[in-house]
């Protein structure tokens, strides 16, 4: 057993080679996203892509985010090393959203994992691998439990780890990941929460979600809006408490996701809640992300805040308000919370208002943007109003 | 065929039991291999044949590409083991009390569970990349172990990839 | 003519605005496009509304899909207070001076307030209105770093509360926010509430001291004035179309004294702020909530008298705004603009007041006592008027010429009441009471009601020629010689806090903030142990199954 030590690994990335091996990883997550986003297709006979057209339109979001956040980066070497890296993660997002089930997708959730972890970086293993490492086990619990028919106890256990499960990848309250900015966001929790678990989430919960009943439905319901609220509270506090900036984008997303986890949890005929959710999380990736990734170079620099036009309409942008698209997503989500219990609704509107303020500090840490990042600024407020003013096209692209 | 059932169950409880406890090349790919084992006998019980296939040469292409890295020996209950002992043993009671409840079924379902809750132990307390995807490579296999034939398939070929993964050799320091 | 015409204004004015960007961008002058387009806007829906032959008309554009569907819809109502919004809009854009990056995003406001005229459905209509908001605070920050709190505040509470408003009518109405197909029965009290109370916060109608009349005392007055110029209308709009929600009614009577008190009460505390105003400008800017307050009282007696006399209202603010905006600090134009903008004859905002007084007598017996209030609103204005001629000017600087061409609408809108409620208030009150005729007839120079004859246009030529002498003939404002101490008629007073009390509440919120410390939970949930992630599992496990 001994000899086999000195046997290489097929991925061996050593430092002076990591760069190739990291492109063609991008390469092929390229080609693994164009796959998944044009849709289910069939190899030998077996049907390889999952169903699931809003996580497709999600995926086609995360690949406008990685671009434009591409555009803004200030050197070509960081353009190239960003594309690249982000590629890959796509690549692993892409064969998440084809997997067509919790348990295919607690598995391929292991495999995106061990290639995550096999990158050396200085943050300790076990911090890196506990989030997604507790998703895939959680997802895959829940698909084993949810074959087990002969106690209804076992499809609302189910229901736990499958919500739990999406919670654990986001780095949700009660499964927060560290967030460090100084911290490259590709290695970090941050990655893992704005870019690959919403393209998760949307593609587990849609296919799932149909397929739930009776005490399941009941207890999945629930969770999503318990925990839902419970992130859109520490997100609001926490972004108040925030000592720096960058604390108070890592709560934002926080909120947003609480958000977006209500809407889930509002299983309702008309799908609102759904829908929600799904515009909610497409104006994470497509909004939220790429300002986080552009304000980070000068929260980081210590710039001081700005209110120069382009930040305020962040600002708004990133609140919710309209022509932004984040104005439907709480429309709709309005909407379905009024058809459960008003009391909800009054809830998230206030909690909508209270983040305002919060937007504003994010949109002016952005500074003066210049050059490029100006141009990917605009680019971004641009399509988040021209999604916001057509917010059923997005809704169509997502298969609602 | 019912007679293998327990059988099954008892090998992977103990290869996952000793996946758990140890944190060196040996003890890993002993645990691997037992767990494999109990999850291939588990598919076979069942009347998956081509489960168990996949489920055989997946687990033994990652069990034999781990003999490569990770700290020599078999290091079988290092210090600080005992809350890892009493998790398997607590696993191998409510694996017990599992097979009681689980009616209606013919999956493996019992034995797919044990290794998923003990090679998740392993997976989130592991201080060395190597351990990590051990334990990883366990939960893949429990779980494809229960899937149709392209979830088997799938299953044991990340299995084996996370075999291949390069780990770097350092060892970190668990939380 | 094709309903496509209705889509002419906004996109105008996004064009307008773009160039006006663009030119700034680029160095050139770019102060006039943004003005000449909003002016060609006005063109352009006075043509349209005469294209489609004074009737309602809708337009579906191809991306018309919930939630937000985009259908526009051109009747009596929008074309009112497209009307006020474009002509405040074009006066304000034209007299006042702007920098190119104020005056493209002021234009491009303007276009969201047309959407949110034309808008069919409250969805959209919470949507551009919203947008106007978001631009409107935007400006009001740009030119003024911090100092817009009250404003961004009210409007953002607004968009948000309008939004929960349109989501409430989707869900009661099972799917659908578009005024023509919401059912009645779907058009809920609550839902009402929601749309009232961004409403009132758009066009400050409170009683006490709000954005609307705090942005007047602000250095620079572009933000402020296309702020007011465009959002109380439009929150009037909001208030009129819950009309057309509720097939002409209300869904509670009740509903009718509660905002015919609230628009009372704005008013006297108005002017009563108005008449112990430090300087000119807050005089002026108390006028506004004053003559919102009076069209909120008429608006809500629910008769068709009382709406036209809102809408009409509504107008004589819009022109009232513009020309108060641009009232130069002292001079004969400044006491000419004055009276008029207060209400003297024979200016559009005295045609309002008195056709308020006749809503308000003729809607009942109970109705007819508010005239007091009314009466004693109005003229406690004049008190403050004739007060300010002493007072130091205030922040900003105005336009002669710009106070000239306001006062001269305001007086021929005046003179031309009869017209004016003829095509555009009675036709409007028609349309959102869902009524054939109303019993008012108007011609070219007079208005006849039940209670009485106003002939507008004979008046109008003394009252003129009177007001103009006043104007011309006395010494000019604004001397330092003159400037004295006048004393306010009612001293105010806000009744003071209980020692430390104040103290106490304003440091509440950072005594929560450094008692409630998230670090240990979040060091736990990040940093601990991963039994602790188990434990937790296995809590919300036993929950869920219990």
Redesign the interface.
């Known amino acids: 057993m001994s000899s086999m030590r000195g046997v290489p690994a097929v991925f061996p990335l050593p430092r002076e080679r990591s760069g190739e091996a990291t492109i063609m990883l991008g390469l092929a997550g390229l080609a693994l996203t164009i796959l998944a986003v044009v849709g289910p297709f069939s190899l030998l006979g077996v049907r390889l892509a999952g169903s699931s057209q809003p996580a497709r339109a999600l995926l086609a979001a995360s690949l406008f985010a990685l671009l434009v956040t591409a555009l803004c980066m200030r050197t070509e070497a960081d353009r190239m090393g960003l594309i690249a890296t982000g590629l890959a993660g796509l690549g692993g997002v892409a064969l998440l959203v084809m997997a067509a089930s919790p348990l295919l997708t607690g598995i391929i959730l292991l495999l995106v994992l061990g290639v995550y972890i096999s990158r050396p970086t200085p943050q300790p293993l076990i911090e890196r691998l506990r989030n997604p490492g507790a998703g895939a086990v959680l997802l895959g619990v829940a698909g084993i439990l949810s074959m087990i028919k002969s106690d209804p106890a076992f499809a609302e256990v189910a229901s736990l780890t499958l919500v739990l499960g999406v919670v654990a990848v986001g780095g949700l309250v009660p499964y927060l990941y560290r967030y460090q900015p100084e911290q490259a966001t590709a290695g970090s929790g941050m990655a893992w929460s704005a870019f690959v678990a919403p393209a998760l989430a949307v593609a587990v919960l849609t296919q799932v979600v149909p397929h739930l009943h009776g005490p399941g439905k009941s207890v999945f319901s629930v969770l999503c809006v318990v925990i839902g609220l419970v992130n859109v509270a520490y997100g609001l506090f926490g972004a108040w408490q925030a000592p720096a900036r960058a604390e108070t984008w890592r709560h934002s997303f926080l909120a947003e996701w609480g958000l977006a986890l209500c809407g889930f949890g509002l299983l309702l005929p008309d799908h609102h809640g759904t829908e929600a959710a799904y515009l909610l999380l497409i104006s994470l990736v497509t909004v939220r992300f790429p300002l986080y990734m552009l304000a980070r170079g000068s929260v980081l620099g210590g710039e001081t805040g700005r209110w120069a036009p382009l930040n305020l309409l962040s600002g708004l942008a990133l609140a919710g308000v309209a022509p932004f698209i984040g104005f439907a997503a709480r429309l709709l989500l309005l909407g379905a919370a009024m058809e459960v219990a008003w009391p909800l609704a009054l809830v998230l509107m206030l909690a909508m208002l209270a983040f305002v303020s919060h937007s504003f500090r994010l949109g002016a840490s952005l500074a003066i943007p210049r050059g490029r990042a100006a141009v990917g600024l605009i680019l971004i407020l641009a399509l988040a109003a021209a999604m916001g003013i057509a917010p059923g096209l997005v809704l169509s692209l997502g298969g609602f | 065929m019912a007679a293998l059932a327990p059988a099954a169950f008892a090998i992977s409880w103990l290869g996952g039991a000793i996946l758990l406890l140890s944190h060196a090349?040996?003890g890993v790919?002993l645990g691997l291999v037992l767990l494999t084992a109990g999850l291939a006998l588990g598919a076979h019980a069942a009347g998956r044949d081509q489960v168990a296939l996949a489920l055989v040469a997946g687990g033994a292409v990652t069990a034999?590409?781990r003999?490569?890295?990770g700290l020599?020996g078999w290091g079988l209950l290092p210090a600080g083991s005992t809350?890892r002992l009493v998790m398997s043993l607590l696993v191998l009671i409510l694996g017990l009390l599992m097979g009681a409840?689980?009616?209606?079924?013919t999956?493996p379902?019992q034995e797919?569970?044990v290794v998923?809750a003990l090679?998740?132990g392993r997976?989130?307390?592991?201080?060395?990349?190597a351990v990590?995807?051990a334990g990883?490579?366990a939960?893949?296999l429990?779980?494809?172990s229960?899937?149709g034939e392209?979830?088997a398939i799938?299953?044991a070929a990340?299995a084996a990839?996370?075999g291949?993964?390069?780990?770097?050799g350092?060892v970190?320091?668990?939380? | 003519m094709p309903a496509e015409l209705l889509l002419v204004p906004p996109v105008v004015l996004v064009i307008g605005a773009l160039l006006t960007w663009t030119l700034g961008f680029g160095g050139l002058p770019s102060r006039l496009p943004g003005a000449a387009v909003v002016w060609l806007a006005l063109i352009v829906l006075v043509l349209a509304w005469i294209g489609v032959g004074r009737q309602p008309t809708e337009l579906s554009t191809p991306i018309a899909a919930e939630p937000l569907p985009i259908v526009l819809r051109m009747d009596a109502l929008s074309f009112a207070i497209g009307l006020v919004v474009l002509s405040t809009a074009a006066l304000l854009l034209t007299f006042q001076p702007w920098q190119w990056e104020e005056a493209g995003a002021a234009t491009l406001a303007t276009a969201f307030a047309m959407v949110a005229v034309e808008a069919d459905s409250l969805a959209l209509t919470a949507l551009a209105l919203g947008a106007c908001a978001a631009m409107v605070t935007m400006i009001l920050r740009q030119e003024l770093e911090q100092s817009a709190r009250s404003a961004w505040l009210a409007l953002l509470l607004a968009s948000l509360i309008l939004l929960w408003g349109a989501a409430a009518l989707v869900t009661f109405s099972g799917g659908t926010s578009l005024f023509s197909a919401v059912p009645v029965q779907a058009f809920k009290w609550q839902v009402f509430v929601l749309i009232a109370i961004p409403a009132v916060l758009c066009s400050g109608l409170v009683p006490w001291r709000t954005w609307v009349s705090e942005v007047w005392s602000r250095p620079k007055l572009g933000g402020a004035g296309i702020g007011v110029g465009l959002l109380v209308p439009l929150g009037f709009l909001l208030l009129l179309r819950t009309y057309t929600l509720g097939g002409g009614q209300w869904p509670v009577s009740w509903l009718h004294w509660v905002l015919s008190v609230l628009g009372l009460l704005v008013a006297l505390a108005a002017a009563l702020r108005a008449q112990a105003a430090p300087d000119h400008r807050s005089q002026l800017g108390e006028t506004v909530p004053l003559a919102g307050g009076l069209a909120l009282l008429a608006l809500s007696l629910g008769t068709p008298l009382g709406v036209a006399a809102a809408v009409t209202g509504v107008a004589a603010t819009g022109l009232a705004v513009a020309l108060g905006m641009v009232l130069p600090a002292g001079g004969r134009v400044t006491l000419l603009g004055i009276p008029l903008v207060v209400g003297a004859p024979p200016g559009l905002t005295f045609g309002a007041r008195l056709l308020t007084v006749q809503a308000a007598l003729e809607a009942g017996s109970g109705q007819a006592l508010l005239t007091v209030g009314i009466v004693a609103a109005w003229f406690l204005g004049y008190i403050a008027a004739a007060r300010a001629a002493w007072l130091p000017p205030g922040a900003g600087r105005g336009s002669r010429a710009g106070a000239l061409v306001a006062s001269a609408a305001i007086i021929g809108a005046g003179a031309g009441l009869g017209a004016l409620e003829q095509f555009i208030a009675v036709p409007a009150a028609e349309a959102v009471l869902s009524l054939q005729t109303t019993p008012i007839s108007a011609g070219v120079g007079e208005v006849t009601t039940a209670s009485g004859t106003f002939d507008a246009l004979p008046l109008a030529i003394p009252f003129a020629v009177l007001l103009v002498l006043f104007a011309f003939f006395t010494r000019p404002l604004g001397l330092a010689s003159q400037r004295r101490e006048i004393r306010a008629l009612l001293r105010l007073r806000m009744p003071a806090l209980p020692e430390g009390l104040g103290d106490q509440l304003r440091a509440l919120p950072s005594l929560v903030r450094s008692s409630v410390r998230l670090g240990t939970p979040e060091r736990l949930m990040t940093q601990g142990s991963i039994w602790l992630w188990v434990v937790v599992a296995v809590v919300l496990l036993v929950v869920v199954t219990r």
């Open positions: 090349r040996r790919v034999a590409l003999m490569r890295d020599p809350p409840t689980v009616k209606g079924t999956l379902v797919a569970l998923v090679g998740a997976l989130l307390s592991a201080g060395h990349r990590a995807l990883a490579a939960v893949a429990a779980l494809a229960l899937g392209v979830t799938a299953g990340v990839v996370l291949t993964l390069p780990t770097g350092d970190e320091a668990a939380a």
